[in-house]
C-alpha cells in the first residue's frame, strides 16, 4: 500500500468518526439510573448503537452470560447479535480482580467490554448494561435506534450474601413463578434464594423415601377465611408440591441467573404436614391435631372422626404438634430426608428452621423426659439445642452448613450453625459476638408480608406490620451497636416473603416491589453512600421497567409524600 494511500485511509477514518453523532453525543445523569447504585459511574461522552454489527465475544466458560445478554438484545431490538470471535461487547474474565462478583462495565461509541473476575462478576455487569438500555427494551422487539450511553463503571458488592426468601407451602407457587421470582431477584442481583418448602399447611418437596409427604403432607382440607384465627374456613382442597425433577430444573434455573438455592426444611417445630403424613413423628400419634375454634373443615372433621387424627393444618400460627425429640425414629425420618434434599441442592447451606417450637409437647412426653434425663439437660430448651447440634452434625458430615432462625441460639449454639437474625438484631449481634456468621432478617425492615399502607382498610390482607420501602431502604445488615471486630461475621441481609395472605401470584409481585428494589440498593451499596432522594428518583425510571416487564408493584412509594422526602 502506498504511504499517500495510507494517509488517505487514516484521514477518511478520521473525519468519519468525528462526523459520528454517536461519538460525540453529550450524555445527561439521567442516563444513568441504575439500582443498585453502582460504587464508581463516569458519565461520558458518546452512545453505542445495537445494530445489525452487533456482536459478542466471549471465552467458552463466559457462555452462558454471553448467550443471556444476547437474548436480552434480541428482546430489545428484535435483532439476533452473534456470538463470535471479533465481537465489539466483549465479555472477559480478569482473574487479577479483588472480589468475587466485581465487574468492570465500559461502554465506548465503538466497543463494549464487561470484565469480571468471574461469570458471577460479567453477570452483574450485563445486568447494569440491562439498566442503561431504555425500560422498553425488557420486552419490546423492534426499538429502532437503540444506544447506549458512554460510561466506565467499577462496582462491587457490600455484602456477600444478598437474599430474598419465598414461602410456598402456606400458599404454592408454580415453577413458572418461582421462574419468574428468580429474574426478578436477578434484576435486583440477589444472590441467594431462600425457598421454604415445608410447613404446618403443606409439605412441597417430594421426598422418594417418604411419599406419604406429598400424596398427604402435600394438601389441606381447607384454609381459613379472613385474618386469624379466621371467619370460616373454605374447605377447598388446597395444595401442590415440586417433584425432584422441577427442583433441579428450579435450581439449574437459579444457577444460570448465578443465584443460590438454599431450601428451608422445618424442624423441629413447623411439622404438622408432616406428621399427618407419618403421624409417628408426633410425641402423641394418635391425639388430634388442634385447630383454632370452629375452624376446621367439614372433610377434616369427618377424617378425625374416621380414627384420622392428624390433619394437614388449614389456619396459620405456631401448633403444639412438632417432631418428637424423644423418638430415634424422628431422626432416621429427619437424616433420610436431608441426605435426599442435600443431594439435590448444591448449596453449601441447608437452612433447618428452628423458630417457633412450642415445648407442651416434650414436656409432656415421658420419651423426652427420659432423653432430656440422659442426657443430662436442664430442659427443653437444651433438648431443642440436642435435636439442632444433632442434625447440624448430619449436615456437617454430608460436607454442608446449617444456617437456623435465631430461636437455635436458646439452649446453647450448635457449633457450626449460621444465625438468621429475624426478631430483631439482637439475635444477630450474640450469634456474631459468638463469633458465629449472621444473616441480618430483622422483622422490622424485612418483613415484606407486612402492609405496605397505613390505611390498611384500602390494603389487600396482609399479617399485621407496617413496612413502607423508605424503611426497607434505611436496613443496614450490620447493627451500628456491633462492635467492629464482630461485623466480619455479619454476611449480609435477606427479606422474607411469607404466604399466609398472599394466595396468589399478582399479589406475591405486589408484596415484593418495589420494596426488594430497595432492599437490592440496602445490601449492595455502604450505608454511608445511600441517599433516599437519589434512590427515589431512580426508583421513578426503575419502575417503567416493572411496568415493561408487566409486574404488578405497589404504588404508595410514588404517591405518598412522606416517603417522598
Ligand atoms: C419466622 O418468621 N417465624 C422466622
Known amino acids: 500500500m502506498s504511504r499517500n494511500l495510507?494517509?488517505?485511509?487514516?484521514?477518511?477514518?478520521?473525519?468519519?468518526?468525528?462526523?459520528?453523532?454517536?461519538?460525540?453525543?453529550?450524555?445527561?445523569?439521567?442516563?444513568?439510573?441504575?439500582?443498585?447504585?453502582?460504587?464508581?459511574?463516569?458519565?461520558?461522552?458518546?452512545?453505542?448503537?445495537?445494530?445489525?454489527?452487533?456482536?459478542?465475544?466471549?471465552?467458552?466458560?463466559?457462555?452462558?452470560?454471553?448467550?443471556?445478554?444476547?437474548?436480552?438484545?434480541?428482546?430489545?431490538?428484535?435483532?439476533?447479535?452473534?456470538?463470535?470471535?471479533?465481537?465489539?461487547?466483549?465479555?472477559?474474565?480478569?482473574?487479577?480482580?479483588?472480589?468475587?462478583?466485581e465487574?468492570?462495565?465500559?461502554?465506548?461509541?465503538?466497543?463494549?467490554?464487561?470484565?469480571?473476575?468471574?461469570?458471577?462478576?460479567?453477570?452483574?455487569?450485563?445486568?447494569?448494561?440491562?439498566?442503561?438500555?431504555?425500560?422498553?427494551?425488557?420486552?419490546?422487539?423492534?426499538?429502532?435506534?437503540?444506544?447506549?450511553?458512554?460510561?466506565?463503571?467499577?462496582?462491587?458488592?457490600?455484602?456477600?450474601?444478598?437474599?430474598?426468601?419465598?414461602?410456598?407451602?402456606?400458599?404454592?407457587?408454580?415453577?413458572?413463578?418461582?421462574?419468574?421470582?428468580?429474574?426478578?431477584?436477578?434484576?435486583?442481583?440477589?444472590?441467594?434464594?431462600?425457598?421454604?418448602?415445608?410447613?404446618?399447611?403443606?409439605?412441597?418437596?417430594?421426598?422418594?423415601?417418604?411419599?406419604?409427604?406429598?400424596?398427604?403432607?402435600?394438601?389441606?382440607?381447607?384454609?381459613?377465611?379472613?385474618h386469624y384465627p379466621g371467619k370460616s374456613n373454605d374447605n377447598k382442597r388446597y395444595g401442590g408440591f415440586y417433584t425432584q425433577e422441577q427442583v433441579k430444573e428450579i435450581i439449574a434455573y437459579a444457577a444460570k441467573n448465578h443465584i443460590t438455592v438454599i431450601p428451608e426444611i422445618e424442624l423441629p417445630g413447623h411439622s404438622s404436614a408432616a406428621i399427618a403424613a407419618y403421624p409417628f413423628l408426633s410425641c402423641f400419634p394418635d391425639e388430634r391435631s388442634k385447630v383454632p375454634e370452629n375452624m376446621m373443615s367439614e372433610a377434616s372433621k369427618k377424617a378425625q372422626e374416621n380414627?384420622?387424627?392428624?390433619?394437614?393444618?388449614?389456619?396459620?400460627?405456631?401448633?403444639?404438634?412438632?417432631?418428637?425429640?424423644?423418638?430415634?425414629?424422628?431422626?432416621?425420618?429427619?437424616?433420610?430426608?436431608?441426605?435426599?434434599?442435600?443431594?439435590?441442592?448444591?448449596?453449601?447451606?441447608?437452612?433447618?428452621?428452628?423458630?417457633?417450637?412450642?415445648?407442651?409437647?416434650?414436656?409432656?412426653?415421658?420419651?423426652?423426659?427420659?432423653?432430656?434425663?440422659?442426657?443430662?439437660?436442664?430442659?427443653?430448651?437444651?433438648?431443642?439445642?440436642?435435636?439442632?447440634?444433632?442434625i447440624e452434625k448430619f449436615v456437617n458430615s454430608k460436607g454442608k452448613n446449617i444456617i437456623g432462625w435465631d430461636e437455635i441460639l436458646e439452649g446453647g449454639l450448635a457449633p457450626n450453625a449460621?444465625?438468621?437474625s429475624w426478631r430483631g438484631n439482637a439475635g444477630g449481634i450474640a450469634a456474631a459476638k459468638a463469633q458465629h456468621q449472621v444473616i441480618m432478617a430483622p422483622n422490622s425492615h424485612c418483613y415484606f408480608d407486612h402492609y405496605q399502607s397505613k390505611d390498611t382498610q384500602?390494603?389487600?390482607?396482609?399479617?399485621?406490620?407496617?413496612?413502607?420501602?423508605?424503611?426497607?431502604?434505611g436496613f443496614s445488615p450490620i447493627p451500628p451497636e456491633l462492635e467492629k471486630s464482630k461485623q466480619k461475621y455479619i454476611l449480609g441481609g435477606q427479606a422474607n416473603l411469607w404466604t399466609e395472605y398472599i394466595d396468589s401470584e399478582k399479589k406475591a409481585e405486589y408484596m415484593l416491589l418495589p420494596r426488594l428494589t430497595a432492599l437490592s440498593e440496602a445490601l449492595w451499596c455502604p450505608n454511608e453512600t445511600k441517599n433516599w432522594s437519589d434512590f427515589k428518583s431512580r426508583l421513578r425510571h426503575f419502575r417503567l421497567r416493572y411496568d415493561a416487564l408487566g409486574l404488578n408493584y405497589a404504588k404508595h412509594v410514588f404517591k405518598d409524600t412522606t416517603q417522598a422526602k
Open 418 to 420: 449460621t444465625v438468621m
Open 6 to 101: 495510507l494517509c488517505l485511509m487514516v484521514f477518511t477514518l478520521f473525519i468519519t468518526s468525528c462526523n459520528n453523532p454517536l461519538k460525540e453525543y453529550v450524555n445527561q445523569e439521567e442516563d444513568y439510573q441504575i439500582i443498585p447504585k453502582p460504587r464508581s459511574l463516569q458519565v461520558l461522552k458518546g452512545r453505542f448503537e445495537i445494530d445489525g454489527n452487533t456482536a459478542i465475544k466471549a471465552e467458552q466458560r463466559l457462555q452462558n452470560e454471553a448467550n443471556y445478554l444476547a437474548k436480552l438484545l434480541y428482546i430489545a431490538s428484535g435483532k439476533k447479535v452473534k456470538l463470535n470471535t471479533k465481537g465489539n461487547i466483549h465479555l472477559k474474565i480478569d482473574a487479577s480482580l479483588v472480589h468475587q462478583e
Open 103 to 226: 465487574y468492570i462495565l465500559s461502554v465506548e461509541y465503538d466497543k463494549i467490554s464487561i470484565t469480571g473476575k468471574t461469570p458471577k462478576g460479567v453477570f452483574y455487569g450485563i445486568q447494569s448494561l440491562r439498566q442503561l438500555l431504555p425500560a422498553k427494551a425488557e420486552t419490546s422487539n423492534d426499538i429502532k435506534e437503540l444506544t447506549i450511553p458512554a460510561t466506565l463503571i467499577k462496582d462491587a458488592p457490600m455484602y456477600a450474601y444478598r437474599g430474598m426468601h419465598l414461602d410456598v407451602a402456606r400458599h404454592f407457587f408454580s415453577v413458572d413463578f418461582v421462574k419468574r421470582y428468580i429474574d426478578i431477584l436477578a434484576l435486583h442481583k440477589i444472590n441467594t434464594f431462600h425457598w421454604h418448602l415445608t410447613e404446618d399447611q403443606g409439605w412441597r418437596i417430594a421426598i422418594k423415601k417418604y411419599p406419604k409427604l406429598t400424596t398427604i403432607g402435600a394438601w389441606r382440607n381447607g384454609t381459613i377465611v379472613g
Open 458 to 473: 384500602n390494603e389487600p390482607l396482609a399479617i399485621g406490620g407496617y413496612l413502607p420501602v423508605k424503611k426497607v431502604y
Open 307 to 390: 380414627n384420622q387424627p392428624k390433619i394437614v393444618q388449614e389456619s396459620w400460627g405456631v401448633y403444639d404438634d412438632v417432631y418428637c425429640a424423644g423418638k430415634e425414629q424422628t431422626f432416621t425420618f429427619l437424616e433420610n430426608v436431608l441426605e435426599e434434599v442435600m443431594a439435590l441442592f448444591p448449596s453449601k447451606y441447608i437452612h433447618i428452621g428452628g423458630d417457633e417450637c412450642p415445648k407442651g409437647n416434650w414436656e409432656r412426653s415421658p420419651g423426652c423426659q427420659k432423653k432430656i434425663k440422659e442426657l443430662g439437660l436442664s430442659n427443653e430448651h437444651e433438648l431443642q439445642s440436642y435435636f439442632i447440634k444433632r
